[in-house]
């Protein structure tokens, strides 16, 4: 991804990816509520790259023997916000790790950053299939997964990007979805600086 990544400390990727794990249960707890007036964001200024750098490496060590690569461009000059670190750090984890799952053989994910006059835009592109545009107006609605025929490889309940979609909004941001069929999948999300949103 860039030097920075590649070097990374194999123990704090690993302490990092514990202490990830041991926050699962709040966002289980949540899920069950899933609206954004009602979650609790435990708001902090922290460097959205910092973010990313952590998630990249530990996203490598789970597909490694699927040969995934994942390129970084993260460009945006202004990358503190103010958010739940937690949950913002469970979105990257989550798009990442789906854009894996779905991506090509082997999968090839692009992770950029760019700066917004009111927050930063992240986009997670994949070499994946793509999505039907049917489809594409419901991947973020609770519990729905995409049919795939007699197709069961990839496990999960349908929530991931239901929990994307709820706490970026619930940052006052957007996430939307850009496909075509062959041509792989990017999700964009925006997140603004701080706790207000202006269109």
């Not at 239901?162 to 997140?191: D, M, P, W």
Request: charged share 25%; net charge neutral.
């Amino acid at each position: 991804c860039n030097d920075f990544i590649k070097n990374q400390n194999h123990k704090k990727i690993i302490k990092s990816e514990n202490q990830r794990l041991q926050t699962q249960v709040e966002r289980v707890l949540q899920i069950a509520r899933l609206d954004k007036e009602e979650i609790d964001l435990k708001k902090t200024t922290f460097n959205l790259h910092e973010a990313i750098e952590l998630a990249v490496p530990s996203i490598e060590m789970n597909f490694a023997d699927q040969g995934i690569t994942i390129d970084c461009d993260l460009k945006a000059n202004q990358h503190e916000i103010e958010g739940d670190e937690m949950h913002i750090t469970n979105i990257l984890f989550n798009l990442l790790d789906n854009a894996a799952k779905y991506g090509g053989d082997p999968p090839k994910i692009s992770i950029k950053t760019k700066s917004q006059s009111k927050g930063v835009t992240i986009s997670i592109s994949d070499n994946g299939p793509g999505i039907r545009g049917e489809h594409q107006k419901q991947v973020f609605e609770r519990f729905y997964r995409i049919p795939t025929g007699n197709v069961h490889d990839v496990k999960g309940f349908g929530l991931g990007l239901h929990y994307v979609k709820t706490i970026t909004e619930a940052h006052n941001g957007k996430v939307k979805i850009k496909s075509k069929l062959g041509q792989g999948s990017t999700f964009e999300v925006f997140l603004p600086y701080g706790t207000e949103f202006v269109k």
